[in-house]
């Protein structure tokens, strides 16, 4: 089973900036690549495993977007829409609001806080981390940015991108 990566698909990058309870990244941007992945019907998830893992992406997880704001400060995240659409809101209630599709891909950047507005029923996806990174988890609360501001300076870039390994946008945007 292989997942048929797109090769020129729709790519939005945006520096999302503190907005003064959600630290986002100063320097690292959100990347999301609209409608990247020709999934198969069957074992769609499974799929993107595979080529997050192939990328060197693991930690591997299925669920949805939680609906509250959150960040992780010691850790990037990727999401591979698997199945159904969320609108998503990405850097806060002051950054971007997106819908997430099946197919879609969105690389969040560790500090930038995301919220599932709303989704479809079925709306599933697989998230992954690059290797060595563990996630926590953050709320926006004012106690917790001295630490997680500490945190996501020392996060390394990854050396892959999680849909096209050593080419696509981590690899142009997320300078090492």
Known sequence: MKTLVKQDPETIIKLLH?????????????????NALDLPQENAAAAIEELFTKNQWGNNWRNGIYTYHHYHSTAHEVLGIYQGQAKVEL????GITVTASKGDVIIIPAGVAHKNLGA??????????PPSQSFDMNYGKAGERPEAE????QVPSPVTDPVYGDKGAIIAHWKQ
């Open 120 to 129: 479809s029923s079925d709306f599933a996806c697989v998230g992954a981390y």
């Open 150 to 153: 500490q945190n996501i300076e």
């Open 91 to 94: 850097g806060g209630p002051n």
């Open 18 to 34: 503190d907005d003064g309870t959600f630290p986002n990244n100063p320097t690292l941007p959100l990347i999301i690549y609209k």
